[in-house]
């Protein structure tokens, strides 16, 4: 069974930064790729970054770009997120995911919580 784990998220004021990890375990998984997504209250979960391991193509959402980087390490299938410059509507449930290829996302973690306050 493949688990993703997020740690790192909390409560930070508008400008401020935060770190996200992603550690995943359990049987050997495809790990094609490893990525973020977030969640608001009221809105459905989008798509934050992403990073494919193959080719280390990276892609972020126009609305993190120039704000936030991912990076990590395939072998040991760990996934960060550096926010940087947070703003109010980051506020979000985010979400680990991994894929087992080109336009999957078949591993889920739980979430962690990021509140940016004014």
């Known amino acids: 069974q493949v688990q993703l784990v997020e740690s790192g998220g909390g409560l930070v004021q508008a400008g401020g930064s935060l770190r996200l990890s992603c550690v995943g375990s359990?049987?050997?998984?495809?790990?094609?790729?490893m990525g973020w997504f977030r969640q608001a209250p009221g809105k459905e979960r989008e798509f934050v970054a992403a990073?494919?391991?193959?080719?280390?193509?990276?892609d972020y959402s126009t609305y993190v770009k120039g704000r936030f980087t991912i990076s990590g390490e395939n072998a040991k299938n760990t996934v960060y997120l550096q926010m940087n410059s947070l703003k109010l509507e980051d506020t979000a449930v985010y979400y680990c995911?991994?894929?087992?290829?080109?336009?999957?996302?078949?591993?889920w973690g739980l979430g962690t919580q990021v509140t940016v306050s004014s």
């Open positions: 359990g049987r050997t998984f495809g790990n094609y790729r």
């Open positions: 995911a991994a894929g087992n290829g080109p336009q999957q996302w078949n591993y």
């Open positions: 990073v494919t391991w193959r080719n280390n193509f990276i």
